[in-house]
């Protein structure tokens, strides 16, 4: 079949193109579910694709010699006999079992690195022709054939924006689930422009939904090949972590590390007995967590109790202090997105803050707008924690109140690039600013019962009150001037 030409050349045509997919299966499926059938077909497309690539190269490289094109070692992922996108288009029948067969397949040839991540959206959705029959299976296929979804059609960060556009959509039509796997990533860019990874550092996000968190520090590395084999996550849900697998390989990763788990109860990311550590460490992880697992965490075979056991129907502090184990020493850093009551919150919470406060492990707080995130009437926060401070920051908190840092719309509020450049001025200049910005000192905080709320601590401009002459001669001056106005207006009208 001969290649057809290309027409779409920006992230936002091609996103328009993938979410006609959508548009094809809408009704039959419900818009909270389309990820998990257009994503999928999209990465099978994708490899397909990538996979005629290589074979193309390798038969100019020999001549024509088709033994040689076939070879493993051509291609960065190996397609079986009968699995390629263009078998399954050349069905009659049954596609929807064809299309789970060929996926399966298709990851026992590659176990390290497509194992669990196409098969996860298998089964139920493409086999029940209640839902998608073969007809509607057809239309998908043949809307995904007309266009060529290779490396040299669109390069990775390409395909990859236009895949996180479609996840924004996907969280748009479904805000309920949204907050498991989609981070605002206005949010993304701005944790991970003040944490500042560096090629050659080591990157973590413990609940990495979508791998948005990993796909930004990678992106503000410059794609440096030293970030391959340095960028780490782990996502409970099954259909987000291959989301975020897929999402990774779409933005051109190669080498990453993404375990599929529960993080508190059973952390994957280890270096030997004990749990790995890194220079980064970032997560927007579930808001406030019921039944997290705060039985096992009293007796945590990792160590992460290091400042108390929070109560099991709240585990924003349990995911504090695993992502404070999770940091290397010295060099470690750490920025994590939750609920503001982490901040006042009494008891144990209390008791753990007090802790870290005096360990000197906070370096920022920052408290976000409301209507930012998906899936929650809870307003947000962040905090900036370091194994260890500079020197400049030692014993002191930065209290950021960026309540007001936001642009609204009317259904969802945003943060424009102007809004994280603002918020990250207020943290990189780390000094105080009437309304916005206060440096305290530890001894401030835990003089007010540990309580990190910037609106405690900030100070914020009063305008200066008139006294009750001056009021009552401004209210004399205004009946004047309404009495005149009148008086005109019945002249006028006589």
């Known amino acids: 079949m001969s290649r057809e030409t290309n027409n779409i050349s920006t992230a936002q045509e091609l996103y328009n193109f993938l979410y006609k997919a959508c548009d094809i299966i809408r009704g039959p499926v419900s818009h909270e579910n389309f990820k998990d059938y257009i994503t999928p077909l999209l990465y099978f497309k994708r490899l397909s694709d990538v996979y005629d690539e290589e074979t193309a190269v390798a038969l100019q490289e020999s001549g024509g010699d088709e033994e040689y094109a076939a070879f493993p070692e051509q291609h960065r992922f190996v397609i079986p006999d009968g699995c390629h996108w263009s078998d399954i288009r050349n ?11 060929a996926m399966r397949q298709i990851e026992l040839a590659n176990p390290e690195t497509l ?14 022709k209640t839902i998608l029959d073969d007809a509607k299976i057809r239309d998908l296929i043949e809307h995904f054939s007309s266009r060529k979804l290779g490396n040299n059609d669109y390069p990775a960060d390409l395909m990859g924006d236009a895949y996180e ?21 206005s949010v993304v860019r701005l944790l991970v422009r003040i944490l500042d990874p560096q090629p050659g550092e080591s990157v973590y996000d413990p609940a990495c939904g979508s791998g948005g968190m ?41 080498d990453f590390n993404v375990r599929q788990g529960d993080t508190l109860r059973e952390p994957k ?10 220079h980064c460490v970032l997560a927007n992880p579930p808001f406030s967590l019921e039944q997290w697992g705060a039985t096992e965490w009293k007796n945590d075979l990792y160590g992460r109790n290091l400042y108390g056991t929070p109560n099991d129907s709240n585990g924003d502090y349990a995911w504090i202090q695993h992502m404070v184990a999770s940091m290397k020493p010295v060099v470690g850093r750490m920025a994590v ?17 007090e802790k870290l406060i005096r360990e000197d492990k906070i370096e920022a707080v920052v408290t976000l707008g409301d209507k930012l995130f998906y899936g929650t009437g809870l307003s947000p926060c962040f905090l900036v924690l370091r194994a260890q401070k500079p020197t400049a920051h030692v014993n ?18 945003v943060l424009e690039e102007s809004d994280v450049d603002r918020l990250y001025e207020l943290y990189h200049n780390y000094r105080d600013e009437e309304d916005f910005a206060r440096v305290v ?27 009750y002459d001056e009021v009552l001669e401004q209210f004399k001056a205004a009946v004047e001037r309404v009495n005149k106005a009148e008086a005109a207006y019945r002249r006028t009208m006589a």
């Open 441 to 467: 000192t530890n001894e401030d905080v835990l003089k007010k019962d540990c309580n990190l709320s910037p609106n405690r601590y900030i100070q914020y401009h009063q305008a200066e009150r008139e006294s």
């Open 269 to 278: 990311i280890l270096s030997g007995d004990h749990l790995a550590r890194f």
């Open 115 to 128: 194992y669990g991540v196409l098969s996860i959206f298998g089964t139920s959705n493409w086999m029940n």
């Open 337 to 353: 997105v939750l609920p503001q009551g982490v901040l006042f919150r009494g008891d144990t919470e209390q008791r753990i803050r």
């Open 396 to 413: 002191r908190i930065l209290m950021v109140d960026g309540t007001k840092i936001l642009t609204k719309r009317r259904a969802q509020n």
């Open 165 to 185: 556009i479609l996840l924004k959509q996907f969280a748009d039509e479904s805000k309920k689930k949204a907050g498991e796997f989609y981070t605002p990533r």
């Open 214 to 254: 990993l796909i930004e520090a990678i992106r503000y590395m410059h794609n440096d090949s030293l970030c391959c084999g340095a960028i780490y996550g782990q996502e409970k849900n099954v259909t987000n972590a291959a989301i975020a697998k897929m999402n990774l390989f779409l933005h051109g990763a190669s």
């Open 91 to 101: 069905r009659t029948e049954n596609l929807g079992s064809a299309i789970v067969g």
